[in-house]
């Protein structure tokens, strides 16, 4: 059974084609094959092309998928169009969309306006953020999941010397660069930048020794690897949590070395009245005095156990604690007058104390533990154990030594202890705030932990593979600007990343080939992409992204 046309010739001399379904079956009289016409569609100019559908669809019922789908990719069976592949599409497409939205392609531009680069500087970096964000890996990685596991949608190849390239111009204009991002951030989110929140952290390096001179150095580490060099890096996001600024620094440097430089390099930014949010390892006289140059305030944790008379004060200072929020109380507490006052807030988590205080009661069971171990012992063994018991960490903040030798519980220091339980305190220069929002606004400050979160597990910040310390600069700040694309997306969708990822990789880009040309067609949003997209006000992509006729 076929299709086919035939053309009879009008009394006027034109011709009219006609379309016809027939079948061919045996003359029993010449024994030659002929046209069984079965049914007449009537002219070729004049098809009714909806009804051959309708029929077309009515009998695919009696197929099986395959010899459908096999069926309506050939013509007469001998051009079959052939599935070659499919790669997830959705995250890189959403995150392209926040890029160009940021303007980062005209700020890069700009910078390069007045050079010329054969290679592609904006999409290789563009492809090593969204890899941060989507399937983190070595460049050398990135070079393989742009060809082979992703569609990013960038015009033309990118190579591994394409995005080396790319770090040494990122890392050249990144002060231009992270300026732009900030401002055009804060059009679109429309963000509040009274409060600046900065925090450190650190990041290790799988090798013994450290850099003579430069950035891998041995130092305090935040990974518990003090036996690695490392750098030392620094982040300071908002309120909301979007980050504003990172930097790299050497990994010997320490927390209150950081304030002065971080100052210094926000100036000009327009950050108007701003205070800074900083914990408790950057306290210090120094570092509160250069947060308060320019017109600029603080809130910095205070260090509880250091002794200093004045937090001894503030702990001692009589009165009731009022109650703010959930387990959270304060007291406002001044000490001092003229140029030596300072603002403290005395504040307690109830919950947290009754932690406190069931951890305390684990430790001191431990020690009644060891010290009847001790008590057996005799020698350099007893020695021995009686140093490692005082050493300790925690278990020798409750001992104390007597003039024989021997080491008893201290019911003073247990005493000390609990009136600690579920306490912190704060100091602020900005008498403008309520005690009730500095000790908010000091709560606040786990966002910037959060960010670091976010760079070490879901960014893989960790492990570094670079050696020069222009190319670990250039790592961290991709690292800053997935970090960017992540959160704004988590800001205006209230979703998690984790979420948005998964939703979106499940949308897809096909190939489809065959001899008359090669066609890119993406799967059917689904109503959850679709609601993604629509709150970060990007369109869902064209389905057919592209068709390539053979010529």
């Known amino acids: 059974m076929y299709v086919r046309t035939i053309s009879r010739k009008n009394k006027s001399g034109s011709t009219t084609t006609y379309v016809q379904l027939a079948h061919n079956v045996r003359d029993a009289k010449t024994g030659q094959s002929k046209a069984d016409v079965l049914y007449t569609f009537g002219r070729a100019d004049s098809l009714d092309v909806d009804a051959i559908r309708r029929l077309t669809k009515s009998l695919s019922r009696f197929l099986t998928p395959e010899e459908a789908l096999r069926i309506q990719g050939t013509i007469e069976g001998e051009n079959p169009i052939r599935f070659l592949k499919s790669v997830p599409m959705g995250g890189a497409y959403l995150l392209r969309a926040l890029w160009e939205q940021l303007g980062i392609p005209d700020a890069l531009s700009q910078c390069m306006k007045d050079r010329s680069f054969t290679s592609p500087v904006e999409w290789a970096t563009f492809a090593m953020v969204a890899n941060r ?13 742009v060809k082979e596991d992703v569609a990013l949608g960038n015009p033309e190849p990118i190579e591994l010397q394409h995005l080396y390239r790319a770090m040494d111009v990122l890392l050249e204009y990144r002060k231009t660069i992270h300026k732009e991002v900030y401002f055009a951030v804060a059009d679109l989110l429309n963000l509040e930048v009274d409060l600046i929140f900065f925090d450190t952290t650190s990041t290790y390096f799988e090798m013994d020794e450290e850099d003579e001179e430069g950035l891998r150095r041995y130092g305090h580490s935040k990974d518990h690897r003090p036996d690695l060099p490392q750098v030392v890096i620094g982040l300071a996001v908002t309120k909301e949590g979007i980050p504003v600024k990172c930097w790299t620094m050497p990994g010997n440097t320490s927390d209150m070395k950081t304030v002065e430089k971080v100052k210094s390099d926000l100036l000009g930014w327009k950050l108007g009245r701003c205070v800074w949010v900083m914990d408790r390892g950057m306290s210090s006289e120094e570092n509160r005095l250069i947060l308060q140059k320019a017109g600029g305030h603080y809130i910095i944790g205070e260090k ?43 504040v307690h988590n109830p919950e947290e104390a009754k932690k406190d205080q069931a951890t305390r009661e684990k430790t001191l069971k431990k020690i009644e533990e060891a010290l009847k171990s001790i008590k057996d012992q005799a020698g350099p063994g007893h020695t021995k154990s009686v140093c490692a018991l005082l050493s300790h960490r925690t278990m020798g903040r409750y001992l104390r030594q007597l003039k024989t030798g021997r080491i008893k519980i201290d019911k003073g220091k247990i005493k000390e202890e609990a009136h600690l339980d579920g306490k912190y305190i704060i100091s602020t220069s900005d008498d403008t705030l309520s005690a009730e929002d500095v000790a908010l606004g000091y709560k606040q400050l ?17 492990p570094v593979y670079h050696r020069k310390d222009e190319r670990i600069e250039a790592h961290v700040f991709l690292c800053f600007l997935a970090l960017l ?23 897809h880009l096909g190939e489809f080939f065959s001899k008359e040309g090669r066609v890119l067609q993406t799967t059917e949003p689904t109503p959850e992409q679709v609601n993604i997209l629509k709150q970060l006000k990007i369109s869902p992509p064209q389905r057919i992204r592209h068709i390539q006729v053979t010529p």
Request: hydrophobic share 40%; proline share 2%.
């Open 485 to 507: 694309l992540v959160r704004v997306a988590e800001r205006k969708t209230n979703m998690p990343w984790d979420h948005i990822k998964a939703q979106m990789e499940r949308l």
């Open 133 to 145: 964000a989507l399937a983190p890996d070595s460049k050398r990685g990135v070079e393989e999941w």
């Open 446 to 462: 786990m966002e910037v932990e959060r960010a670091f979160r976010t760079l070490k597990t879901t960014l893989d910040l960790r």
């Open 304 to 346: 509880l156990r250091d002794n200093q008379e004045i937090h001894r004060e503030v702990l001692a200072k009589r009165g009731r604690f009022t109650s703010v929020r959930e387990n959270l109380e304060i007291k406002e507490v001044t000490i001092g007058d003229g140029e030596k006052r300072r603002r403290f807030i005395l």
